[in-house]
């Protein structure tokens, strides 16, 4: 990942950690609890792809594993992210730009799903049973709603904030000088002029028309006598 690209989600991953933990968290809304963290690693891997979506899905979630007050197993978090930040990362668009934001609603009800099952089975296999308790369906349904609700105000900034960083300005003046010449190869293959440093082309065509002037202008004298 380039340098622009680990500063941006360094920042973005743990302003949204402290968000969640200390704004989301202590809301007490009935059932999950809205994931800050999951909405910051969708945004990012729209933009960065399934390669960068996993790295910054692992990054996010260790660094979730890690934080107080998390009472689950190191890691167990990292590889849910890690997983979904990779399948987000497929639903990349391929010119970078989102036709409409059915796609990303969908994409993030699929991953609040995605997350809360894989979590919890994830749990299953090292003996936590705190989703049984909870109850699994209710679980699903209200972080399908938190994420939904709360991913039209945090995605589409995630993922602005992502291709404005993502820009280079060394590139965009190489691509602004390579369509220049594209263009003056298309007025010259057009035309039959050759644009740049050739100027005999441009001296014999200034000639001809002093050549042409000449000979109006005698014809002319010849009438008048």
Not at 104 to 109: A, D, G, H, I, Q
Not at 144 to 155: G, I, K, Q, R
Request: net charge positive; hydrophobic share 50%.
């Amino acid at each position: 990942m380039r340098v622009n690209r680990i500063l941006l989600s360094s920042a973005l991953i743990v302003v949204a950690l402290v968000l969640q933990v200390s704004v989301l968290a202590r809301l007490h809304l009935p059932g999950a609890v809205p994931d800050l963290l999951l909405l910051t690693v969708l945004g990012l891997a729209l933009v960065y792809g399934h390669v960068g979506g996993a790295l910054v899905g692992f990054c996010a979630g260790l660094l979730a594993d890690l934080a107080p007050p998390a009472d689950h197993a190191a890691g167990r978090y990292a590889l849910v992210l890690c997983v979904i930040g990779y399948l987000a990362g497929l639903a990349k668009p391929e010119n970078g730009r989102l036709k409409s934001a059915t796609g990303p609603m969908v994409v993030v009800v699929a991953a609040a799903i995605g997350t809360t099952l894989l979590y919890a089975g994830v749990g299953a296999l090292v003996g936590d049973t705190a989703a049984r308790h909870v109850g699994l369906p209710s679980l699903l349904f209200t972080a399908a709603l938190y994420d939904l609700l709360l991913a039209p105000f945090v995605v589409p900034g995630i993922m602005a904030l992502a291709r404005r960083a993502d820009n280079d300005p060394l590139a965009e003046a190489g691509s602004s000088a390579k369509s220049a010449d594209i263009s003056s190869g298309w007025l010259s293959s057009g035309t039959g002029l050759k644009i740049g440093g050739q100027r005999g082309g441009l001296g014999s065509l200034k000639t001809k028309a002093r050549t042409r002037t000449a000979r109006v202008g005698r014809i002319k004298g010849v009438k008048r006598l």
